[in-house]
Structures are given as C-alpha cells and as structure tokens.
Nanobody, 122 residues
Framework: QVQLVESGGGLVQAGGSLRVSCAASGRAIGSYAMGWFRQAPGKEREFAAVISRSGGSTFYADSVKGRFTISRDNAKNTVYLQMNSLKPEDTAVYYC???????????????WGQGTQVTVSS
C-alpha cells in the first residue's frame, strides 16, 4: 500500500507559477510510475503528466506541455509538478497517483492522493 499526500496548492495570478508536491509513505515510489491528474468544477478528471520510475521518461497532456514540468526525487519519496505560465483554465484540484506502468488513463492507477486545490485568478 502507498499513501499519497499532495501539498503546495493555493491561489496564484494568471501568468504566475506554483509547485505542488506529492509525498508518499508506506512503500518506496521507485516501484511506480507517478502521474498528476486534475479535475475542474463540473468537469471530468483529466490527465496532466506522468513520469517513469527512474524519471528518465515524461509525458504531458497537450494542454500543459511546455508550461508544466513533472519531476521526482525517489530518495525523498516525493513527486513534484512545477507549473509555470498558469492560466485561469488551470484551476482545478490536482491529484497525484501511482501506477505500475506509464499511463495516461486514471483507470491504470492504483493509488491516489486526496488532492490539492490550485486556483488561478485572471
């Protein structure tokens, strides 16, 4: 079992930056690919980014590519999502999740955090 706890969300103006973190406990995250998803009010959850177990491979949704960067520190059992050039449409609850494979579908993820709110004002 892996427990995931997100932090670092908050309110930021459009064009600003924010970094959210996901701290894991219970098992080393080095065994998992780690993903970030987000869900805006009234919308379905959507994939944002994923990073492979070693961190050597990353993949992003088109909506965040070039603005967001996913990274991981396996020694600290933590995954990060650096978000730059934020837009109001990035407003959502951001969730991290762990999977045994690099995947973009939430159905492929076995463990989820509780989420952290990111609000981007215009």
């Amino acid at each position: 079992q892996v427990q995931l706890v997100e932090s670092g969300g908050g309110l930021v103006q459009a064009g600003g930056s924010l970094r959210v973190s996901c701290a894991a406990s219970g098992r080393a995250i080095g065994s998992y690919a780690m993903g970030w998803f987000r869900q805006a009010p009234g919308k379905e959850r959507e994939f944002a980014a994923v990073i492979s177990r070693s961190g050597g491979s990353t993949f992003y949704a088109d909506s965040v590519k070039g603005r967001f960067t996913i990274s991981r520190d396996n020694a600290k059992n933590t995954v990060y999502l650096q978000m730059n050039s934020l837009k109001p449409e990035d407003t959502a609850v951001y969730y991290c999740a762990a999977s045994f494979r690099v995947a973009v579908s939430g159905r492929d993820y076995d463990y989820w955090g509780q989420g952290t709110q990111v609000t981007v004002s215009s």
